[in-house]
């Protein structure tokens, strides 16, 4: 082949899919080699290829928000055009059919049923509407975990304050030894008081991932609520609502889900809804709202935003959602072997796989956290979390399907450089 043409051909894979669109982003993704199994490379860089991110952007941050595909961000715009363009009652008349499909959508990934569905801002949003939502006596007992986030946290002690209620938090080692060790936790503080079970899938702190299932059933068992906080594993894991049987979860579309800003969804099993007051009442809300819509009625709500929901979950369904579970473990692996067995680098989330999940953190025996977080930014743009100060003091790596091998591989690489 002649110079010019084979130096053509070399561009290729540079370019190819990295265009705006909807379509073409479908169409990219549906061409991609091979099968999205973990370790096909290929596959995973003409994913990232998909992300709007900048090129010398080591972002490994997805613990707290992912950047949305091309793909998502143009039917966000296409629609908020649509909207601005013509809000006319005549035109908006579609969205309501628009949200039923994504409703529809979300409920068969988490194998619920669409009545189970409410669509809220985030998972802060979720949990609240179940703290404040779920009748209480003085004297109940909800249990939690100091490493549960705020929003399934605090805001049960505030409404334990408002009522008179307990809260128990319950303290586990890090990182915990086993999921049975997790489990018992949970069993040995429940009394005749105990009311609701506050869990949380995979902690934001240290990446422990719960036996959600197990939990569930003892919940069930008990006759208790288990509220499960799926911030960590809506669109990271293959999350089968239906094999765990909470009574309800909620989850954010910013962080995995890679959809867009202050959409989130809220499940609350069906024999459950009628035990819950709505935090919020205004026009739209009536008796005769099935499920879980009785729950989301916030007066006008942004339908823009969740066509953009839609199409995050319609990515997260092109690629598969066991194969980005695959994919996002096999990352977060990578890092925990990388970042294991050297002398300054103490690792607060277990190498056990089956107790953790996406959320890798570790601290330097030899820096602080605060200058290791800055000399990571500066001198790699790599942007990740870090915790100042507790027992999951550290720094806080979370990779996703947009991040290569060769990301981790130069994270662990960054991390090691100054751990010394
Ligand atoms: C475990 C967990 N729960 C809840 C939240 C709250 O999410 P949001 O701010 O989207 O409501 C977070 C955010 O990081 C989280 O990590």
């Given at each position: 082949m002649e110079r010019s043409r084979r130096d053509f051909f070399k561009t290729i894979p540079q370019t190819a899919?990295?265009?705006?669109?909807w379509t073409a982003m479908v169409q990219a993704i549906q061409a991609a080699?091979?099968?999205?199994?973990?370790?096909?490379e290929d596959y995973w860089k003409l994913v990232k290829r998909q992300f709007p991110l900048e090129d010398n952007l080591l972002y490994l941050n997805a613990a707290n928000v992912c950047p949305a595909s091309r793909g998502v961000l143009d039917r966000h715009l296409e629609y908020l055009r649509d909207f601005q363009s013509n809000p006319s009652f005549q035109n908006r008349e579609k969205y309501d059919g628009l949200a039923e499909r994504c409703r529809k959508k979300i409920a068969a990934m988490l194998r619920v049923?669409?009545?189970e569905i409410a669509f809220v801002r985030n998972t802060s949003e979720g949990a609240n509407t179940i703290v404040k939502g779920i009748d209480l006596a003085p004297g109940d007992e909800i249990l939690v975990t100091s490493h549960n986030h705020p929003s399934n946290l605090d805001s049960w002690k505030i409404r334990a304050r408002r009522d008179k209620l307990v809260v128990k938090t319950l303290p586990y080692p890090?990182?915990?030894?086993s999921r049975q060790q997790l489990f018992d936790l949970y069993e040995s503080a429940i009394t005749p008081r105990t009311k609701v079970l506050a869990v949380t899938?995979?902690?934001?702190?240290?990446g422990v991932e719960f036996p959600a299932r197990e939990l569930a059933e003892l919940a069930r068992r008990r006759n208790l609520w288990m509220h499960l906080d799926g911030a960590q594993t809506l669109g990271a894991l293959d999350v089968n609502l239906a094999d765990i049987p909470c009574d309800s979860f909620a989850g954010s579309a910013?962080?995995?889900?890679?959809g867009p800003l202050e959409a989130g969804v809220l499940f609350v099993r069906a024999s459950r809804i009628p035990e819950v007051w709505p935090s919020v009442v205004t026009?739209?809300?009536?008796?005769?709202?099935?499920?879980?819509?009785?729950?989301?009625?916030?007066?006008?709500?942004?339908n823009p935003r969740l066509v953009a929901l839609e199409s995050a979950f319609d990515f997260l369904a092109l690629v598969g959602m066991p194969h980005v579970e695959a994919r996002m473990r096999a990352l977060a692996r990578r890092a925990i072997e990388g970042l294991?067995?050297?002398?300054n680098i103490v690792m607060k989330?277990?190498?056990?796989?089956?107790?953790?999940?996406?959320v890798v953190k570790l601290e330097l025996k030899n820096m602080a956290v605060k200058p290791a977080y800055d000399l990571l930014w500066q001198r790699h743009r790599m942007a990740i979390a870090s915790t100042p100060?507790?027992?999951?003091r550290g720094l806080r790596i979370s990779p996703h399907i947009y991040n290569t091998m060769e990301e981790v591989d130069r994270a662990v690489a960054a991390v090691k450089e100054i751990a010394g």
């Open positions: 899919g990295r265009v705006a669109g080699p091979g099968l999205p199994s973990p370790n096909n049923s669409p009545d890090v990182p915990p030894k899938h995979v902690t934001s702190t240290t910013h962080k995995w889900p890679m026009a739209g809300w009536s008796d005769k709202l099935v499920g879980a819509r009785k729950l989301e009625v916030f007066g006008q709500r942004d294991g067995e050297h002398a989330t277990s190498s056990d796989p089956l107790l953790s999940a996406g100060e507790g027992d999951a």
